[in-house]
């Protein structure tokens, strides 16, 4: 598995969470980058090929919509990613 992680403060990683916000799993939340529920919030996990393209996967282990469960999104990098 190709898997790398993207660095703070980036045009990859600005992208990345401006996509996981406009989300509709976060889209009703006041902080939808956050989506803070019992201390739990988002976290990026990596970015990899996941069915044969770059993606960014996130996780929420107790995400609101989910009635606290476990959830990941995994979402396209952008077109100007380079691995």
């Known amino acids: 598995m ?3 992680f993207i ?3 980036t045009p990859e990683w600005d992208f990345m969470w401006a996509e996981l916000a406009k989300h509709e799993y976060n889209k009703d ?3 939808p ?3 803070e529920f019992c201390g739990e919030t988002w976290q990026y996990m990596d ?3 996941y069915d044969k393209q770059w993606q960014h996967c996130f996780r929420h282990r ?3 919509k989910f009635d606290g469960k476990r959830c990941y999104l ?3 990098v952008s077109q100007n ?3």
């Open 2 to 4: 190709k898997i790398k």
């Open 7 to 9: 660095e703070r403060d």
């Open 29 to 31: 939340n006041e902080q």
């Open 33 to 35: 980058t956050v989506c």
């Open 47 to 49: 970015t990899a090929i």
């Open 62 to 64: 107790m995400h609101p």
């Open 74 to 76: 995994q979402f396209p």
């Open 81 to 83: 990613f380079k691995p």
